[in-house]
């Protein structure tokens, strides 16, 4: 007896049923996947490096201590370079809210953008007084459930860190076993474009990560470089923070740029830090986008506009700002494996721009 062939208006049902599970495990399941998939692609970023350390003659074990090693002397070092700053930065940050709306209702009185711009309090010289007076005198300004939020926040962030390097060692020590299930699970005759999609993807990820570490270092050189000469105060956090944020493709560079014009503004209105943020952001952005871009990236991803930024601001509001800047190696991995599975070939052509 034939067997009915699903209609087309099921399948798209099915399908649709997927999606909508997907998204659904996605967002309940954040606090388990999140720093699984970020540790996922650190693992794959320093995998080469814990190849180069076996090849070497190391143990296993020293040769994962090695390269987790090199990503905490990175991490260290990102800290160390902006920690001074970022530390002063807090220490000064109510002069500078002050200069900000200072500032912003200066703006408001001379372009009347009242209707546009939200009205911001300025604290004037004798209420400063008055209020600093109150809160020696008064009560703390810090309550109790504020510090033990704040610790407790940390103590979070921290756990989440270690949570994470603890799944980069776990997935370097278990990486030929996991390769190996997915080859035994995989239909004999699938085993060979197993091991190619899993090869390229990967490779893919390898390429894009490593080519956006040089990518930040070189932007973060840049940018600190002009904004010293441009006069704006804290260049180094501001140039490594927006040297990041260019991990969010397209709208990274806006953000951080638009931060960096705010504070180049609110430190008195000298147009000419204004300026100097404007001159150093467009040259740098030319660069990376003619010259940096194509030698240390070039098109890997294989992704087409739309689909980058409908992914980047999906995976923004399921997964927060972190889920922005894993979002595009994610669909990546995902455009490769429909490339290869026969019944999902035409989404990889969705998803991609050749």
């Known amino acids: 007896m034939q067997i009915a062939q699903p209609s087309k208006l099921s399948v798209a049902v099915l399908q649709l049923a997927l999606l909508i599970g997907i998204i659904v495990v996605l967002y309940f399941g954040q606090s388990l996947l999140l720093p699984l998939v970020v540790a996922a692609l650190l693992a794959m970023v320093l995998n080469p490096l814990h190849e180069k350390f076996l090849d070497w003659g190391w143990p296993n074990g020293l ?18 370079a ?26 408001r009185k001379e372009y009347r953008l009242e209707s546009i711009l939200p009205k911001v309090p300025v604290i004037e010289e004798s ?28 103590f979070g962030i921290l756990g989440d860190f270690f949570l994470m390097l603890i799944y980069v060692i776990l997935l370097l020590s278990q990486k030929d076993r996991l390769r190996e299930f997915v080859l035994r699970v ?9 091991h190619q999609t899993l090869n390229e993807s990967r490779d893919i990820v390898q390429n894009y990560l490593r080519g956006y570490m040089i990518l930040i270092g070189v932007l973060s050189v ?12 804290y260049a180094i956090l501001v140039a490594v923070l927006a040297a990041t944020l260019s991990l969010i493709p397209y709208l990274g560079n806006i953000i ?4 960096a014009l705010a504070l180049a503004y609110s430190s008195g209105g000298d147009i000419s830090a204004v300026y100097g943020v404007l001159i150093t952001m467009g040259l740098a952005q030319l660069l990376e986008n003619y ?17 980058t930024i409908i992914c980047v601001v999906g995976m ?11 979002a595009i190696p994610i669909f990546a991995i995902l455009r490769i494996i429909c490339s290869h599975v026969d019944g999902l070939r035409d989404y990889a052509y969705l998803l991609g721009q050749k």
Do not use: C, H
């Open 63 to 80: 040769s994962i201590a090695g390269a987790v090693g090199v990503l905490l002397l990175f991490f260290a070092g990102l800290f160390a």
């Open 186 to 194: 995989a239909p004999d005759e699938k085993r060979g474009l197993t």
């Open 256 to 259: 951080g740029g638009l931060f």
């Open 316 to 326: 923004s509001i399921l997964w927060g700002p972190v889920g922005a800047i894993v």
């Open 82 to 107: 902006i920690g001074q700053q970022a530390a002063s930065f807090a220490d000064n940050w109510p002069e500078t809210k002050e200069r900000i709306s200072t500032q912003v209702s200066s703006l």
């Open 127 to 154: 209420k400063k007084g008055a209020a600093s007076t109150q809160s020696e005198t008064g009560s703390m300004p810090v309550s109790g459930g504020g510090i033990m939020g704040f610790i407790s926040s940390t």
């Open 222 to 233: 840049l940018y600190s470089v002009g904004f010293l000469i441009s006069g704006l105060d």
């Open 291 to 307: 010259v940096i871009t194509p030698m240390v990236i070039g098109d890997e991803v294989d992704l087409n506009p739309l689909v």
